[in-house]
């Protein structure tokens, strides 16, 4: 099992960008594929965005062109860079890991989740 702890989050008007951190401890991050996931009020968790232990990246078309996935092994750190945010943006962002895969769009993949951190984009 990893921990992971979101950071980074906030409010901001729209146009504007944030960045999120998540920082894993417990196992060895390089071995893990992550995602950051986001539910806004009165929704379901969707997908946003994965990077592979490798570093090959999916996105959801959303936030295509506007949000960039990366991390850092040798800090244990994934990160989530937000730019050009809209209101329609306003969410908990969770991070989460999967182990050994090759990273995924789908919930079910990943089994440790942080506690999430709020991002509101006013307009």
């Keep these: 099992q ?3 702890v979101e950071s980074g989050g ?3 008007q729209a146009g504007g960008s ?11 991050f390089s071995n893990y594929a992550m995602a950051w996931f986001r539910q806004a009020p009165g929704k ?4 946003v965005a994965a990077i592979s232990k490798i ?3 999916l996105y959801a078309d959303s936030v295509k062109g506007r949000f960039a996935i990366s991390r850092d092994n040798a800090k244990n750190t994934l990160y989530l860079q937000m730019n050009s945010l809209e209101p ?5 962002y969770y991070c ?4 050994y895969g090759p990273g995924s769009r789908l919930i079910s993949e ?5 506690q999430g951190t709020q991002v509101t984009v006013s307009s």
């Design 110 to 114: 990943y089994k440790d989740w942080g």
């Design 96 to 99: 989460a890991a999967q182990a």
């Design 18 to 28: 944030l960045r999120l951190s998540c920082a894993a401890s417990g196992r060895t």
């Design 44 to 47: 379901e968790r969707t997908f």
């Design 10 to 12: 906030g409010l901001v």
């Design 55 to 57: 570093g090959n990246r």
């Design 2 to 4: 990893v921990q992971l």
């Design 88 to 92: 329609e943006d306003t969410a908990v």
